[in-house]
Each structure stands twice: as C-alpha cells, then as structure tokens.
C-alpha cells in the first residue's frame, strides 16, 4: 500500500499557486510528476501526493522543481482569482476516478497532438532540405552547363579563326601563280622565243640489266632452297609421371619425412591386416585415420556427437598417435555432457603433443605439425 502525504504547504496570488511538498530522498529520476488541469499527481515509491484542484490551471506553463527532499510547484491558473482552498471541496470517489480518467485522456490528446506537430515539423523541414538541395543542384547543373556552351562557343570560334587563316594562306599562295601565268601569256604575246629544253641524260650503267649477277642470285637461292631440310613428320609423345601420394610438389628438402610418414602408414595397415582382423570387411577408404578423421568432422557439423564419436574411436584405434583425434573427440564429448571423458581426451592429446613437441627439432616443428597432425 502506499503511503499517501498529507503534510504540505501552499500560498497563491492572483495569477499562480505555489505549492511545497516535503518528500524524504526525492530524485527526479524515481519521481513520476503528472499534472492536469485540474488533477496533480506526485507518485515516489512508497509516497503517493495527489490533489484535485479547486479551479483549473494551464499544465502547459506550469512548472515543477525537484531537489533537496523537497517538490516546488508553480501553477498558473486559467482564471485570475483567489481559491479558497486548495483541493475541490466535496468530492466523491466516483467523481475523483471521473477526474483522472479525464486528465489521462487530455494529456494523451496534447502528446498525440505534439507528436504530430513534431512530425508535421520534422516533414516540413525535410521538405525545406529538399527543396534547398534541388535548388544547389539546379544552380551547380546551370553552372555546369553554361561552362560547356562558352568551351562550345570558343572552340567554334577558333575554328573560324583557323579556316579564316587557312583561306588566307590560300589567297597568298594564288596570288604569285596568277602573275606568273599573266606574264607567260604576254610573252607569247610579245613573240619571244621559248627556254631550250634540257637534253636528256644516257642511261647510266647502274641502270643497265645486269644478266651475268642474275643468274648467280638465281642459282644462289636454288642452292638455298636445296638446303633447307624437309618438315619433320608428325607425331604423339608420350609423357608419364611420378606417382605421388602427397597434394603438394616434390621438395628434396622434405623427402625424407614424405618416406617416413610413408613407412609408418604401410606399418600401420600391416598392424591393422595383422592385428584387427574384425576391420577385414571395412572399405580401404575406412581404414585410413585421416578419412575418418574428416568423416567424424562432417558428422560434428551437422551435430550428430555419437556417430562422430564412433568414427574418431575407430581412427584411434587405427593410429593413436594423431592428437587432434582426441581433441576432437573431446569436443563431441563436450557437446555430450561427458565431461570426465572430455577431460580425459584433452588430456591424452597434451601428452603426445608434449612428446612430439620434445622430439623435434624446431625448425621443423611448425611443417611437421601441418602436414602430419592437419593444424
């Protein structure tokens, strides 16, 4: 239940009422303040102050001031007159319920109309953004267009002014032809005799045949065309290649731990033809750890943990000095909620790591872990 506050103090003046409510701890962050026309509600959890108005005020001016265990009203009343008293004398439950229901709906009205005053403001000021934006852009695309049409118009007028010195050049040009030809007609005119022609020259020996030096380039191209050697025959050519069992290049500097790896896997299927007779039925893609291995990783992605157990078991028992078998298999455990056995796995992985780690040279650690262990 809350406690409802009774202790207050208020004076008025004609125009506004001031009223102080004392409240222990008050905060504007945990006080709700809801203030009507005629209905004022101060709800500070446990403390509950509400007060139905004598004669009713403008909400939208009134102003409240929180801070210092104390509320401070300000309400500026509608009607410039003195209140008897401070609350509506009289008032019944019904009454009071019919008053709050009221203020409730009038301010639901005045934020519905604020926010849509706010929209219409924020849609009228895009409007103006929009509107001021198309008028940059209209300006910059008149700008860019008036600075094309004066390239335009300087281009073209240099064009004329090209043709103009072209024709020019023409005219001087014609002008020494045309006196030349006036002064030959008026010396035919005249009589005078014409310029003697010049008298042709001999053919010079050079230009003479030659038919001695070309029947040498005759039979010197004959001897060339004799040894020139005839088009070899077609034919296939066969190419065969090493057979490789690894993906990647041959390297001389990691042959001797392809050949290594090679022994252990042919020792690994002699132990597995010799010693797990029950896996004589199995497939040779199944006996292999590394395609278990995969087939236990597809299995642990579509989230099926058993079978994916199943499969690193088998690899394991095929070759149980690959780490991240168990690894794995801890994971599928994990997702199980086999924790002792997740714990189990991881740390049997540790260990040959651990021993593999101590065993190799480090040079060679980071090669020997990506090709033999898949990380």
Same mark, same amino acid.
Request: net charge positive; with cysteine; charged share 40%.
């Given at each position: 239940m809350p406690v409802r506050v009774s202790e207050f103090s208020w004076q008025q003046t004609p125009a506004a009422v001031f009223l102080s409510l004392p409240l222990r701890g008050v905060c504007v962050r945990d006080a709700d303040v809801f203030c009507g026309e005629s209905y004022l509600k101060v709800n500070f959890p446990p403390f509950l102050f509400e007060v139905f108005l004598y004669a009713p005020i403008d909400d939208g001016n009134?102003?409240? /001031?929180?801070?210092? @265990?104390?509320?401070?009203?300000? $309400?500026? /009343?509608?009607?410039?007159?003195m209140w008897e008293t401070l609350s509506m004398p009289g008032v019944d439950k019904e009454t009071m319920q019919r008053i709050r229901e009221k203020s409730i709906l009038q301010a639901q009205e005045k934020a519905k109309e604020a926010t849509e005053a706010k929209a219409t403001a924020k849609r009228e000021d895009q409007r103006y953004a929009l509107g001021v934006m198309m008028k940059i852009e209209e300006e910059e695309r008149k700008k860019?267009?008036?600075? =094309? +049409?004066?390239?335009?118009?300087?281009?073209?007028?240099?064009?004329?002014? *090209?043709?103009?010195?072209?024709? &020019?050049? #023409?005219?001087? =040009?014609?002008?020494?032809?045309? #006196?030349?030809? &006036?002064r030959g007609k008026q010396a035919?005119?005249?009589?005078?005799?014409k310029p003697p022609s010049l008298p042709r020259k001999a053919p010079s020996a050079a230009r003479l045949?030659?038919?001695?030096?070309? *029947?040498?380039?005759?039979?010197?191209? /004959?001897?060339?065309? @004799?040894?020139?050697?005839? !088009?070899?025959?077609?034919?296939?050519? &066969?190419?065969?290649?090493? !057979?490789?069992?690894?993906?990647t290049a041959l390297r001389e500097s990691q042959v001797a731990e392809e +050949?290594? *790896?090679?022994?252990? &896997?042919? #020792?690994?299927?002699?132990?597995?033809?010799?010693? $797990?007779?029950?896996?004589? @039925?199995?497939?040779?893609?199944?006996?292999? !750890?590394? *395609?278990?291995?995969?087939?236990?990783?597809?299995?642990?992605?579509?989230?099926?943990?058993?079978?994916?157990? @199943?499969?690193?078991?088998?690899?394991i028992r095929l070759n149980s000095k690959i780490p991240l078998l168990y690894l794995n298999r801890a994971a599928c455990h994990l997702k199980l909620r086999n924790l002792h056995k997740a714990i189990e796995d991881?740390?049997?992985?540790?260990?040959?790591?651990?021993?593999?780690?101590?065993?190799?040279h480090p040079t060679q650690l980071y090669k020997t872990m990506r090709r033999r262990f898949g990380i």
């Open positions: 009134s102003k409240a /001031k929180i801070g210092n @265990d104390m509320i401070l009203f300000t $309400l500026y /009343k509608k009607d410039p007159v860019i267009e008036d600075m =094309k +049409e004066n390239e335009r118009k300087k281009a073209t007028r240099e064009l004329e002014d *090209w043709k103009e010195s072209q024709r &020019q050049a #023409e005219k001087q =040009k014609s002008i020494p032809r045309k #006196e030349k030809c &006036q035919e005119e005249r009589g005078a005799p045949p030659q038919r001695g030096r070309n *029947w040498e380039n005759i039979f010197s191209e /004959k001897l060339k065309e @004799d040894s020139v050697p005839a !088009p070899r025959s077609a034919g296939n050519i &066969q190419i065969s290649f090493t !057979p490789r069992a690894f993906p +050949e290594e *790896w090679l022994r252990k &896997q042919a #020792e690994a299927r002699r132990a597995l033809s010799t010693d $797990l007779p029950e896996f004589s @039925d199995l497939k040779e893609e199944e006996k292999n !750890p590394d *395609w278990l291995k995969e087939k236990g990783n597809k299995l642990f992605a579509t989230e099926n943990y058993l079978a994916a157990v @199943d499969a690193y078991n088998l690899a991881s740390s049997k992985a540790c260990k040959i790591m651990k021993l593999h780690l101590r065993s190799t």
